[in-house]
């Protein structure tokens, strides 16, 4: 079974924000909120990067590991998905994850913030509603996975640098570029997650 993954090269970024945009129009985001964002490393120095980071769909997810009433849970595909029926608005999962994707809608006191949103991956939602019903689209976004249609901030990508889909075919993807610009296992941050090099 394939497991849905998204993967941002950072060589290729140009911090233009078209997945941002896409995001939040495609899923009617509230303002204030943003299920994705673009992460600049270095700014104006030499080096400089930009990353497109929201939730990394986690093979095991450290947000539904804290969750006190599991309303974080992968689907067969490897999406986390979260429930706002079930969710309590208790923040666990937001100090948990490390991208900072899980976020309250609305700023204030503790318990008037409301449910958790966060990056479904535009696979709907993880409640009882019909899948691409009006309900769904209301709690939690636009279900393009249902359609047989990959998230819309990976295909808005003008450069290509943002990749969803099977993490096995992402990865092969990210091989090849790696080894087409000649890096081997020299690829930017690679050494520093992983302390060695990449397989040729």
């Not at 689209?137 to 295909?155: D, I, Q, T, V």
């Not at 992402?170 to 080894?179: D, M, N, P, S, T």
């Amino acid at each position: 079974m394939a497991r849905m993954k998204f993967l941002c090269d950072a060589d290729r970024c140009i911090d233009c924000n078209a997945c941002v945009t896409a995001c939040k129009n495609e899923n009617e985001v509230p303002w204030g909120i943003n299920r994705r964002r673009v992460v600049t490393i270095n700014d104006g120095k030499p080096g400089e990067r930009s990353v497109s980071m929201a939730c990394m769909h986690c093979t095991d997810a450290p947000c539904a590991a804290v969750c006190p009433v599991t309303c974080i849970y992968p689907t067969e595909d490897g999406i986390v998905l979260h429930s706002k029926d079930l969710c309590i608005g208790c923040g666990y999962c937001f100090y948990a994850c490390p991208f900072g994707a899980p976020q309250y809608p609305k700023v204030g006191n503790f318990g008037s913030r409301g449910k958790m949103d966060k990056c479904t991956y535009c696979a709907g939602g993880g409640g009882p509603e019909a899948p691409g019903s009006a309900e769904e689209f209301e709690k939690y976004g636009s279900n393009r996975f249902g359609e047989g249609k990959l998230p819309l901030c990976a295909e808005m990508c003008s450069t290509k640098s943002l990749l969803a889909g099977d993490g096995d075919i992402i990865a092969q993807i990210y091989k090849e570029r790696v080894l087409k610009r000649g890096y081997g296992s020299g690829a930017w941050g690679w050494m520093t997650a992983y302390h060695q090099g990449i397989e040729v």
